[in-house]
């Protein structure tokens, strides 16, 4: 019989996948964040996942994972299917709420321990660049080496990554190639997945047949809302670019743009990408790309 899997992606799967084993959330935090090896996580505890605000009539956030370690760091997980400006600033937000929410009355500042932001986009936001991965400290404007410690942010772009884009990283590659790699069409997984314990259970977590027909159906409901986003934003997009060449600059724009696309596509295939996923990073056409590939 043919097993069949969910996107590990989706709201339900990914809540599921992460939202209640430690030993896993705790490989993938390992895995995607620039911890040294001193500062690796051994043990969490999970959190309540809505941001309750400190002072009356604040605003409540709610984030997919979070958890706390043994030395009080506060570790926040978001999984997004959309980039926008709004996201950005709702991280920043969730992040800052996070840690000012360790100062008690009469407690030390120097108590205070630093908060990760860790961010999956199913999105492409730096199309100035084809590095998928970003990482953001408080650093001085003209000494990066000053750095003001506890708030650390890291955002990666699905869609951008490839397996040969790291070859030192070994369980970076493996939970990205999760994230990436299995979906509603996927038959088979690779036995180099299936060999590592958490990710192994973290699979078999997504088999539809540990599904309830009623999740199932929020599954279902979870992407005909992408879809609608999406189609929303790409209707946003088109109205913009119409009144842009009423005005007579989106001409220019578009230049602009497929410029900076172009710049990124040479570079993945300078770096031994395959054109198909270049095309996928880049949102050009394939063929496009192969002609690139040939000059």
Not at 108 to 126: M, T
Request: net charge negative; aromatic share 8%; glycine share 6%.
């Amino acid at each position: 019989m043919v097993m069949k899997y969910l996107d590990p992606k989706a709201d339900l799967t990914f809540k599921k996948i992460f939202g209640n084993h430690p030993k896993r959330l705790i490989s993938l935090l390992n895995a995607l964040l620039p911890l040294s090896e001193e500062e690796q996580i051994h043990e969490i505890k999970y959190l309540p996942t809505e941001l309750v605000p400190q002072l009356e009539g604040g605003k409540n956030t709610i984030v997919d994972v979070l958890c706390t370690d043994v030395r009080g760091r506060k570790f926040c997980v978001e999984m997004q299917m959309e980039w926008s400006d709004a996201f950005q600033q709702r991280v920043l937000f969730n992040a800052s709420k996070l840690y000012v929410s360790q100062a008690k009355m009469g407690g030390k500042y120097s108590e205070l321990q630093p908060v990760y932001s860790l961010n999956l986009i199913n999105d492409i936001f730096a199309h100035d660049t084809p590095d998928f991965i970003h990482n953001y400290r408080i650093v001085h404007d003209k000494d990066s080496n000053k750095v003001i410690e506890g708030l650390h942010f890291t955002f990666i772009e699905l869609p951008k990554f490839t397996p040969h884009s790291i070859a030192d990283k070994r369980m970076m590659v493996l939970w990205l190639r999760f994230l990436t790699e299995i979906n509603s069409n996927t038959k088979d997984i690779p036995a180099d997945l299936l060999n590592d314990p958490e990710i192994g259970k973290a699979v078999e977590d997504l088999e539809v047949s540990g599904f309830t027909d009623a999740e199932l159906r929020a599954y279902d409901k979870f992407w005909d809302s992408v879809s609608v986003e999406r189609t929303l934003l790409d209707d946003r997009y088109q109205k913009g670019m119409e009144k842009g060449k009423e005005e007579g600059i989106a001409e220019g724009m578009e230049k602009g743009m497929n410029q900076k696309a172009l710049e990124i596509a040479k570079n993945m295939l300078a770096m031994g990408l395959p054109a198909e996923q270049v095309s996928k990073a880049t949102q050009l056409p394939l063929e496009i790309i192969k002609n690139l590939n040939n000059t």
